[in-house]
Nanobody, 123 residues
Framework: QVQLVESGGGLVQPGGSLRLSCAAS????????MGWYRQAPGKRRELVAL???????NYADSVKGRFTISRDNAGNTVYLQMNSLKPEDTAVYYC?????????????????WGQGTQVTVWS
């Protein structure tokens, strides 16, 4: 019913930049928060950045000042601008969204995930 499609990952040298995008589509009634998580090999998935419908933003300490999260005017697409990338930023990045659907008069909030996009920082 709801899909999150990510794009923008890739291979970049240390100090470089990448921009991730995540577009939500489907039977969307409303979108609350959208965010980016990442998971490196052998590590737990962690929150990178979050943006609410307010909008307010929240960042992991490790990316503050380097990453910027934003949403488009329609609110269905979230971006993550990543600057000054470091090797420790290497991970699979996942888009997450708290989305409510309204189907047959049934209101259903839920958490949705994208398929993940690989970001590799190395020289």
């Amino acid at each position: 019913q709801v899909q999150l499609v990510e794009s923008g990952g890739g291979l970049v040298q240390p100090g470089g930049s990448l921009r991730l995008s995540c577009a939500a589509s489907g039977n969307i009634f409303s979108i609350n928060a959208m965010g980016w998580y990442r998971q490196a090999p052998g590590k737990r998935r962690e929150l990178v950045a979050l943006i609410t419908s307010g909008p307010s933003t929240n960042y992991a300490d490790s990316v503050k000042g380097r990453f910027t999260i934003s949403r488009d005017n329609a609110g269905n697409t979230v971006y993550l601008q990543m600057n000054s990338l470091k090797p420790e930023d290497t991970a699979v990045y996942y888009c997450n969204a708290n989305i409510a659907t309204l189907i047959d008069a049934l209101y259903s909030p839920g958490d949705y995930w994208g398929q993940g996009t690989q970001v590799t920082v190395w020289s």
